[in-house]
């Protein structure tokens, strides 16, 4: 009996913890929650999303419940999820929504996950956000939406009917980019660099290196025309890192879908055309992403060590510890192994040690090299430092350390 009160007494403060976050509609129609906007003269948001989506996913789990995040939006919208995939676990709830969500995904081309469709209260759309973020930038983008000095639509209905002054272009593109709107973010970056007399600015540089993402583009013949005058203002290479993008995306990427294509041909096809060009550090990192990727072990050992070789000194934590592992699963060489620890241990000390799926790796690898005592020790700075919802999988590494069993997967 005493449980069964104390449930009813903690029951109220569940409710009032779960108020605190972003509040969406739910049992209502398209029409519905449209006509609730418009009665209660607030903007609509309209969360596209999809099951398969990290990121959808995280905004649902970690921003959306946040109480600053709710006090905002729900002040200011009414909030409604719509989901874009269909699976058959579907609730009769979603199931219920697949038209409008067709109907919705047909008049606003949603092309990434999540987007974020904003309408005005009387349902004209005023602004788009596509991709997450953590909360104070969330809400600082959402901002945007309610103000129509920097509503995306509404900045491009005005520039549609006249208004293109050099400043409202380059506000304009940099809308578009962040809208998801590629095709008017070229289109209003051109428009705006045909407006500068002088485009070797540090400021006209960053924005053409930006909004530069084609060979025909007027960017892309200015980098390539000159690119010690670019770097002379931007800094060494920053010239030969955009071609190289470029360049890369259309000779080489857009043929690797063929399972027959030769990497290192199409790599000697780009180089033949752009012989100015330097890509080394971009091909020789394609080659390590093309082998992993294929999983094809001993060219991806003999690439991943050619690549530490020349740029060690320059990769980050992340991409060491992305290396390290990838080597710990696949690789049986013990001095690859060795110069994976060495990597592992890098990117551990470069976070001070605070970053547990690192210290997983390295202990791993201290394990997989005979350090059990030193792997064990590691292993549980990992678990102490992991939420309580992902300590699971660090425990079954750990335990498996404690009884000499493998932690790997021998190929």
Partial sequence: MKKLVLLLLVLPFIGIAQEKGTHFEHGATWQQVKEKAKKENKYLLVDCFTTWCG??????????????????????????????????????????????????????????????????????????????????????????????ETQYYTLLKKYETGSKTPETLKQLAFAAEEAYDKENAGKLAAAYLDTQKDLYTKENLEFLSKFT???????????????????????????????????????????????????????????????????????????????????????????????????GKETNGQMLNSFAWTIFENCKDPECVAQALAWSKRSVDETQSKEPAFLDTYANLLYRTGKKDEAIAVQQ??????????KGTYQTTLDKMQKGEKTWVEK
Wanted: glycine residues 6%; positive net charge.
């Fill in 381 to 390: 700075k990992a678990i102490a430092l992991v939420p309580e919802k992902e």
């Fill in 55 to 148: 990121p959808c996913k995280y905004m649902s789990s970690t921003i959306f419940p946040q109480e600053k995040v709710g006090a905002f939006f729900n002040k200011n919208f009414v909030n409604v999820k719509v989901q874009f995939d269909k699976t058959n676990g579907d609730s009769e709830e979603v199931k219920s929504w697949y038209a409008d969500a067709d109907a919705i995904n047909k008049a606003y081309k949603i092309q990434a996950y999540p987007t974020f469709l904003i309408f005005s209260p009387n349902g004209e759309l005023v602004h788009r956000i596509v991709g997450g973020g953590e909360a104070d930038q969330f809400i600082a983008k959402a901002e945007k939406a309610l103000h129509p």
């Fill in 213 to 311: 993402d084609n060979s025909k583009s007027k960017g892309f013949q200015l980098l390539l025309k000159d690119p010690k005058k670019v770097d002379a203002v931007l800094g060494k290479g920053k010239a030969n890192a955009v071609l190289g993008g470029i360049i890369l995306q259309e000779e080489v990427y857009r043929y690797l879908r063929n399972p027959k294509a030769n990497l290192d041909s199409l790599i000697a096809v780009a180089k033949t055309k752009y012989p100015t060009v330097d890509m080394g550090q971009q091909t020789d990192l394609l080659r390590v992403q093309f082998y992993q990727n294929t999983g094809n072990w001993s060219k991806f050992q003999a690439a991943v060590l050619a690549y530490m070789g020349k740029y």
